[in-house]
């Protein structure tokens, strides 16, 4: 399987791209953006399956509906406490919605955590791959470590690469994460550091 960041810092999103399907995690905050990001990096949003959106914050959902306008044959999945309003407008555009609740099997070997956290709710995904569970978090409001107990909990294997936004990162974290077994993490966006836009994974 195959990652690339698409958007980094001023929002999220990652290119996924698995045997079973091609999904884009989150879509940044500007479509215009999203979509010329991916023609720099020769990705066709015709090739995308599936939308996954961690959560309803706007540096994430912003390029939603540009990118549906470009290709409609997407499955679009949100949790299912967003904003009836965002919800009616994915139906309206002509994609499929499909609301997640509890921990659930997406496709093949790909999951999502369910609807974390008490205030802000949000969904990480997990890609379950020989080298051990693949995790991407949109911003970890629910806390980037209780995400990670949550993925292990579920799937029992260990995390091979835990990669998105962080919300907050320090050694505190580094080390509780370090505790859980997690071999590989990757922090972006609200992370605080770094840019990862166009950098590519395989795994
Ligand atoms: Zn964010
Ligand atoms: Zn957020």
Redesign the pocket.
Known sequence: MKLVILYDNGG?SCFVKTDAETLLFDTGCDGKKLLSNMEFLNLMPEDVDAIFISHA?F??TGGLFDFIERNPNVRVYVLKSFPSAFKTKIKESGADLIEVEKPVKLNKNLYSTGELGARIKEQSLIIDTPKGLVILT??SHPGVVTIAKKAIELHNKQIYLLIG?FHIFNNTIANELKLLGVKNIIPC??SGMGHHFGETFEI
């Open positions: 999220f914050h540096d994430h949109g911003c936004g966006h609200c």
